[in-house]
């Protein structure tokens, strides 16, 4: 089995920054792409930005210059960093990393979700 367990939303005021973690662990063999998805009330699930094992990164034009997407391989890890925070940024925050299990099986799997609400 494995698990995605983030941490790290909250509630912060305009132009704030909060760091999201998202950690995997069970019977893993290799993590391929890790991403952040958000979705806010009323809105589809979008992309926010991902990387791949060796570091390539890619984001939404909205957050561009704002977040930093980053991962540590050796702790299964993917981070978000947020700064300038707007209240456009509220939203729940899902991660997801494709990853290869023990059984030989690759496949995307889903973090549970972190709430992040951006308002004076």
């Not at 995997?24 to 930005?49: C, D, F, H, N």
């Not at 034009?61 to 940024?89: C, E, H, W």
């Not at 925050?93 to 889903?110: F, L, V």
Request: aromatic residues 10%; charged residues 15%.
């Amino acid at each position: 089995q494995v698990q995605l367990v983030e941490s790290g939303g909250g509630l912060v005021q305009p132009g704030g920054s909060l760091r999201l973690s998202c950690a995997a662990s069970g019977s893993i063999v290799s993590i391929y792409t890790m991403a952040w998805y958000r979705q806010a009330p009323g809105k589809q699930r979008e992309l926010v930005a991902q990387i791949t094992y060796i570091g390539g990164t890619n984001y939404v034009d909205s957050v561009k210059g704002r977040f930093t997407i980053s991962r540590d391989n050796a702790k299964n890890t993917v981070y978000l960093q947020m700064n300038n925070l707007k209240p456009d940024d509220t939203a729940i925050y899902y991660c997801s990393a494709n990853i290869r299990t023990g059984r030989d099986i690759t496949r995307n799997y889903w973090g549970q979700g972190t709430q992040v609400t951006v308002s004076s």
